[in-house]
């Protein structure tokens, strides 16, 4: 194991065990691990086992996810700026959330939001699917997917435009904002499945996109069967984002910002950087997730506006690296 | 024993038949260069030869499984991608993919087919440069090399001479030919004709959707099918050092 995977693996595990005992309910580390493992029924318990480590492992999921999915796009698309959201799976997740929000569902009904949301991002990936077709260049799935993020976006905003309740729209908001907090077991229950059926995909994606550093043409004349990259590509990154948007919301900047950070530790190899980023994603969320509950632990702080804050200046960051080598 | 068999060979691109009836043959040991004027359907024929476009007819290679083409001929397009800052030796390892099953991590014969490619490209100097920081030549020598790493008995390149310097135009094409008298065979298209002449063993000429000439240089590049294809003249000399061959003038 490389000394980067030694790092990442450290660092995850120590900021997983961070976001188990840091929380308002001001217990010592002891008391709450003691708390979660042995469990004596009591609130501490409660506190530990319902709020705090489904918290912590959709964390740990989400993130990784994130981390994940960015880093195979990337790969696959040959470009440093592409997203997981890029394929159109996240805003077609977030309008199935929205109208469950809109429509009272998700007032009635827990889970309608996160399956409304399953709901969308199946739609989006179908119709990605038609419209970009199996095989072909890696554009048409970006103007297929820029297509589906766009009227998703637009009939988003439609619903909001139209609500007649003001308490629905700045949920609304809220949610779109993305965030972990008050999520359960069931939560995880529903994303767990879903993110490792869609990484096991995206992990069997290293070689062909190493292989796609030479091109398309060099890849499938040295064996790389591109359709069903493609395929698992697509189909892997519908499976972690949908299901991370289901859970969590809209959270952006992991997906772009950790693949970019972490490439210059793998020398570049795009299918190394797949397992680096998924434990760079999940990193990032936990920190950023505690960040939520240290800082303002009052105000609600979202999850996404604190990734979006902590990502923007390192992009900006990364743009005066860009400079200054190409000058 | 064919390394490449083309058979009634055709192929449209959108609705335009670029080539048909192409028949061609290639026995280990030839070095055969491809030459013909712009559009002629060059890099199409050596594309859709590998299956990388659809075509019609029969095609030796478009019959194989997608590993185990990889292994019987590679392929050094003309577009010289390299989308990462991987280094040098990173890069040329890549072209070891098709003989690495699912999962299986390079082994030493892996390794010593890359010291190979890297020794035959003159690339030690190299190795641990980022191969998207060097100079288009030499991301084309690395390339050249990666497409040796892949050691298959049939290579074909795209215009693998263009934006080298003289020397390393030389050095290229007489490694070809030392991969062809190693019993390997080369498949490269060149607009260079007077490199095609000094140094293929046999030449193919394309022409309005067709193979116009197949044969040695000298009964290839006669002044006649100098003209019908290319529209210039040319001047073509038998020396001791081999032919020298210098087009002239455009002819209108």
Known sequence: MSRLALFLSALVVVLFLAALVIGPANLTITQSLKALVFGDGGPMTLVMREIRLPRAILGLLVGGALGLAGAAMQGYLRNPLADPGLIGVSGSAALGAVLSIQMGLAAALALALPLMALGGALVGVVLVLLLAGPRGSSLTLILAGIAISAFAGALTSLVLNLSPNPYAASEIIFWMMGSLADRSMVHVWIALPLIVIGAVLLSTLSRGLDALTLGEDAAEAMGINLTRLRLSLIFGTAAVVGASTAVAGAIGFVGLVVPHLLRPWVSARPGALLWASALGGAAMILASDILVRVVLPERDLKLGVVTALVGAPLFLHLIYRTRRWGA | ?252
């Open chain 2, 1 to 252: 024993m064919n390394l490449l068999s083309l058979t009634d060979f055709a192929v449209k691109r959108s609705g335009k038949q670029v080539l048909q009836s192409v028949n061609l043959d290639i026995q280990p040991g030839e070095l055969v260069g491809l030459i013909g004027p712009n559009g002629a359907g060059k890099t199409t024929l050596m594309r859709a030869a590998l299956g990388l476009i659809p075509a019609q007819g029969r095609s030796s290679l478009t019959a194989m499984a997608a590993r185990a083409r990889g292994k019987a001929a590679a392929w050094m397009p003309q577009s010289r991608e390299i989308a990462w800052p991987v280094d040098v030796e990173t890069l040329i390892r890549l072209g070891r993919t098709p003989h690495l099953g699912a999962g299986q991590k390079p082994t030493d014969a892996d390794a010593a087919a890359v010291e190979r490619a890297i020794a035959r490209m003159g690339l030690e100097g190299y190795r641990h440069r980022i191969a998207t920081q060097l100079s288009g030549g030499e991301q084309a020598r690395v390339l050249i090399a990666r497409s040796l790493a892949q050691e298959a008995p049939l290579l074909m390149a795209d215009e693998p001479t263009a934006g080298l310097d003289p020397a390393h135009q030389i050095a290229t094409m007489q490694t070809f030919a030392t991969l062809a008298r190693s019993g390997q065979s080369v498949l490269v298209s060149l607009h260079d004709l007077g490199l095609a002449a000094r140094h293929c063993t046999r030449l193919v000429m394309l022409h309005s959707g067709g193979i116009a000439a197949d044969g040695a240089p000298r009964d290839v590049l006669t002044p006649d099918l100098i003209r019908a294809a290319f529209g210039i003249s040319a001047h073509l000399q038998e020396t001791p050092d081999g032919i020298i061959f210098q087009p002239l003038e455009v002819l209108s």
